[in-house]
């Protein structure tokens, strides 16, 4: 069964964004191989803002032949994006309601993993609805001391174990996570 991955880079002080929703502090060396994780997915997961942000983004020509070819590739994924709004896109599929389910009929597809994109309005529901299979965070060495907060609206514990971790040559360090789920009889 496919597995729904968050993957994002977050601050040392647990930001996602900065203040006026800025990412220019996010370091993407070529040691993370970020590449190998989109060639690990076959679907990616958008709230609508961040869809309209960057699910259909094209980079410019000045851009270097490597980003544009992440860009194709992070493109020729299944889509879904998670809106109250009701609107029909010929790139992505469009979930209003049902969310649990919905998802769970998309991991028993088959194939490979879900990348959960965000933004931070989805992740909250994905939390509180316990949808997340694993937490893949890489903690960029940058304080910003305001911004989006990662875990802005988690009002209940959440137990994590640690499957993996990642230190790369720029200083991010990565942290893989599964929720510690109790087994139902």
Not at 151 to 180: D, K, M
């Amino acid at each position: 069964m496919k597995k729904v991955i968050l993957d994002l880079a977050v601050t040392l002080d647990g930001f996602i964004e900065g203040p006026s929703g800025e990412t220019d502090w996010c370091i993407l060396d070529d040691d993370m191989d970020f590449d190998a994780f989109i060639d690990s997915i076959d679907t990616i997961f958008y709230g609508r803002v961040s869809y309209d942000a960057w699910g259909n983004f094209q980079p410019g020509n000045d851009v270097a032949h490597a980003e544009k070819q992440f860009w194709k590739a992070v493109h020729s994924k299944d889509k879904y994006v998670f809106s109250r709004q009701e609107r029909q896109d010929n790139r992505a599929a469009f979930i209003h309601s049902d969310i649990s389910s919905r998802v769970a009929a998309i991991k028993q597809q088959g194939g490979k993993d879900i990348w959960l994109y965000g933004g931070a309005g989805l992740i909250d529901t994905f939390i509180k609805l316990d949808l997340i299979d694993s937490y893949r965070l890489s903690v960029h060495p940058v304080v910003l001391g305001q911004g989006k907060p990662l875990f802005e609206h988690v009002q209940h514990r959440i137990g994590l174990r640690l499957t993996g971790s990642r230190v790369f040559r720029s200083g991010v360090v990565q942290l893989i996570y599964e929720p510690e789920r109790i087994s139902q009889p």
